[in-house]
């Protein structure tokens, strides 16, 4: 199994993962022209998709989506609350376009087991899971608060995709208005490193061994900022270096291409 941030942050955001012949993307935060660029070069077409999961309706993520689905017979997956959200905002893209999910159980695309759960925002929200015979992927961004689900969701991955979205500091101290820095630090805004770095711990202890922090704010984060909230309190409670992989997905840019399995792993880590 393999897969790739394309973008993570407040501009964008979109995931490529694959095992054998499946390819999937999560999120289109990109315009169209962008994703088939970016897709381009890692040797897959937008045609080539076996199918693009959805987390929610913000911009940031759906940038690309009323183009993609105009331009390829890709089928787009979410709940039926985003879906619901993003036919009314896109206009253009007929309703039969999408499958909505009809329960929160696991289902197949191709050989890959996707189980979607749910992510507390200030919108309907979800996670993946995704198992194929070679690991376990999986990953929540846009998290208000490290819920159960959460938890759940992730739990025993093989690699997982979390959320380190602002240094609370930085943020109190920066000039977002009073309304703006209290929605981000509610329990349905996004996650601050402090709390990553504490879900990141109770994971560890299911298992996971190798993560990537993504969703990092422009404004009120640093890369190594969020290293530091996360490996210091993974390092705190025991937890040496090279036991655990702790990177940053780019905000802007590809991340590196992270290729790993239940008995082998493309060791990345900054920790």
């Given at each position: 199994m393999?897969?790739?941030?394309?973008?993570?942050?407040?501009?964008?955001?979109?995931?490529?993962?694959?095992?054998?012949?499946?390819?999937?993307?999560?999120?289109?935060?990109?315009?169209?022209?962008e994703l088939t660029r970016q897709l381009g070069e890692l040797g897959i077409r937008p045609s080539d998709l076996s199918g693009l999961l959805l987390t929610h309706e913000h911009s940031d993520h759906v940038k690309g989506l009323a183009q993609f689905a105009m331009r390829t017979g890709v089928?787009?997956?979410?709940?039926?609350?985003?879906?619901?959200?993003?036919?009314?905002?896109?206009?253009?893209?007929?309703?039969?376009?999408?499958?909505?999910?009809?329960?929160r159980g696991p289902f197949e695309i191709g050989a890959l087991s996707v189980t979607p759960f749910a992510v507390p925002?200030?919108?309907?929200?979800l996670g993946y899971r995704v198992e194929g015979e070679s690991g376990c992927f999986a990953m929540a961004t846009d998290i208000g608060y490290a819920a159960d689900s959460i938890r759940?969701?992730?739990?025993?991955?093989?690699?997982?995709?979390v959320e380190a979205n602002h240094d609370l500091e930085m943020l109190m101290g920066g000039p977002y208005p009073v309304y703006l820095k209290r929605r981000i630090a509610s329990d349905e805004g996004h996650l601050s490193n402090e709390d990553c770095g504490g879900l990141c711990l109770d994971l560890v202890q299911t298992g996971c061994e190798h993560f990537l922090?993504?969703?990092l704010s422009s404004n009120n984060n640093l890369p190594s900022l969020a290293v530091q909230a996360v490996c210091g309190t993974l390092m705190q409670a025991?937890?040496?270096?090279?036991?655990?992989?702790?990177d940053v997905a780019p905000r802007l840019e590809r991340s590196p291409l992270f290729e790993f399995g239940r008995t082998q792993t493309l060791r990345q880590g900054a920790f």
């Open positions: 393999r897969f790739c941030t394309l973008v993570s942050g407040s501009s964008g955001n979109a995931v490529y993962l694959s095992e054998g012949g499946c390819h999937l993307l999560i999120d289109a935060g990109l315009s169209y022209r089928p787009i997956y979410g709940s039926r609350e985003t879906l619901m959200a993003v036919c009314t905002k896109l206009g253009s893209v007929m309703p039969d376009r999408f499958t909505a999910f009809s329960g925002h200030d919108v309907p929200c759940r969701g992730l739990q025993g991955a093989d690699f997982v995709l922090l993504g969703h025991g937890i040496r270096p090279g036991e655990v992989t702790v």
